[in-house]
């Protein structure tokens, strides 16, 4: 059995699960993959019970009711693999903004002496971004900065949703006291992680906008990912983090 996995959320990827499944599991080292799908009306569930067909016990589908948000997709994936050995859990979108071919650099750097290894579109302070509207990018650049400024969280990507955790950061961290369910919910998992004392490495990977499918970014997780972070300041001032 390996021991690592990614876990994918999904809601109508219909065009891209496909693709993505087959270029998770041609990795070598091997990954097992756990997709999280929130009912997609699109077939998206149907489509990876086809594929398990053919890659047995290393494809793994967790099907949930309906749509509850991105935090609580990765929250019982998380969950999931906990049950099981696997010692590096990493996340990733399925649109293929997050090149699968970084995922075992991740994993690398958490064999090293990291906990956490976050992939990161502005590390060093380069913006790695393909075919974002520069507003976008600028919104999501100093939404960074912002989350540094209130938090003091020393992550140049703070909101990036291209992570690896070693186990141990997901056994300690309190997984059922995270809150926050969009954008948020990324500086949360962070945040919690520097305030255990785990050791944050970022990865500069380069982020491409999705080619196919529709984005889940939403006014509402913005407004969420902006006050959460106060919140977030404020619990730990107070030790009710």
Known sequence: MSDRIVIIPTYNEIENIEAMVHKVMGL???FHLLVVDDNSP?????KVELLQKEYGDRLHLLKRKGKAGLGTA?????????????QYICEM?????HNPDDLNRLVTVCEGDADMAVGSRYAGGVVNVVNWPMGRVLMSYYASKYVRIITGLRVADSTAGFVCYSRKVLE???LDRIKFKGYAFQIEMKFRTWKKGFKIQ????????RTFGVSKMSTK???EALFGVMELRFKSMFGRL
Do not use: H, L, N
């Open 221 to 223: 997780i913005f407004r």
């Open 202 to 209: 970022e990865v500069p990977i380069i982020f491409t906008d």
């Open 28 to 30: 070598e080292p091997a």
């Open 74 to 86: 990765y929250i019982a994936g998380f969950k999931w693999c906990m049950e099981k050995d696997y």
């Open 93 to 97: 979108d399925c649109d293929f903004s």
């Open 172 to 174: 300690q961290i309190g």
């Open 42 to 46: 699109d077939g998206t569930a149907d």
